[in-house]
């Protein structure tokens, strides 16, 4: 599989112009999955609910969605990327995949992060791994990397690759991406974006972090981007190593669990 991401300095609140860069770019790549930012199409640092309900799409109906739903049809390659959804009486920080033939799936991110929670409603659909020709892919939005059961949960779901659109601020995940891979040997795919937003024009805004990642199922930084510059990076990647979940003669990551002695995770802290 030739996978990679996408990593760039999208505009705030120019759907079309966000759109056609990524479209105008991809036109010549040649890979399999291509993997682009959280709210690649919108920016990230919304400041009113006026923009939010102005810069949602329907999934799949959308403007966004369409756009690369047909980009994936004329190049038979599967694209996942993150934008914000409307939904009836809800938003949400969602991402599609769309694949050779249009729109594939949706999942509404689970772990919102900081100001998020003032403008999405929390994901509902629960995690999801989608069985394509290419290999299994499952997807988790940027914050969700942060709490293991994400990368877990997509691992015995059967994840082969977990494409992971990001707009990450903390500097972590690119040094913990590597332990998600090894504990559940998968490859993850973390699509960041550049630049920085500050749109109260005050001390609040963000720096995105770059440095997206190709992290292997034995946790190899396969490939990690520079921190500023715009860039497509696509590599080779066998998902047939992250069926294997022996570490050992003794030791199977997934058989070995001990879920009768996890009660805990399944309980609301409080
Ligand atoms: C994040 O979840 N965008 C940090």
């Not at 959804?85 to 594939?104: C, L, M, Q, R």
């Not at 659109?165 to 090894?182: A, E, F, I, K, Q």
């Amino acid at each position: 599989m030739k996978a990679g991401f996408f990593q760039f300095n999208p505009v705030f609140g120019n759907i079309e112009a966000n759109t056609e860069h990524v479209v105008n770019r991809l036109h010549d790549e040649k890979f399999d999955l291509m993997v682009l930012p959280e709210l690649f199409n919108t920016g990230y640092q919304f400041i009113t609910h006026d923009e939010v309900a102005g810069l949602s799409e329907d999934i799949p109906g959308g403007f966004t969605t369409s756009a690369l739903a047909g980009l994936s049809r004329s190049k038979s390659c599967y694209i996942v990327a993150g934008l914000a959804e409307k939904a009836p009486g809800k938003y949400f920080n969602s991402a599609v995949i769309t694949g050779p033939d249009g729109f594939i799936g949706s999942y509404r991110k689970t772990h919102l992060f900081f100001e998020e929670k003032l403008w999405f409603s929390p994901g509902d659909t629960g995690f999801h791994v989608w069985d394509t020709d290419i290999g299994k892919i499952g997807v988790m939005i940027c914050f969700d990397w942060f709490f293991p059961e994400s990368a877990r949960v997509l691992g015995l779901m059967g994840a082969e690759v977990i494409a992971h659109p990001s707009n990450l601020v903390m500097p972590h995940c690119p040094n913990g991406m590597p332990l998600r891979c090894l504990e559940n040997s998968v490859y993850a795919i973390t699509a960041n974006r550049t630049g920085a937003e500050n749109r109260h024009q005050d001390n609040r805004g963000f720096n995105y972090i770059g440095a997206s990642q190709i992290t292997g199922t034995g946790g190899e930084i396969l490939y990690r981007a520079s921190e500023e510059e715009e860039e497509i990076k696509v590599i080779g990647i066998d998902p047939s190593t992250a069926r294997n979940k022996d570490l050992n003669r003794f030791n199977n990551i997934f058989r070995d669990r001990r879920p009768r002695l996890y009660n805990q995770l399944t309980k609301r802290f409080s």
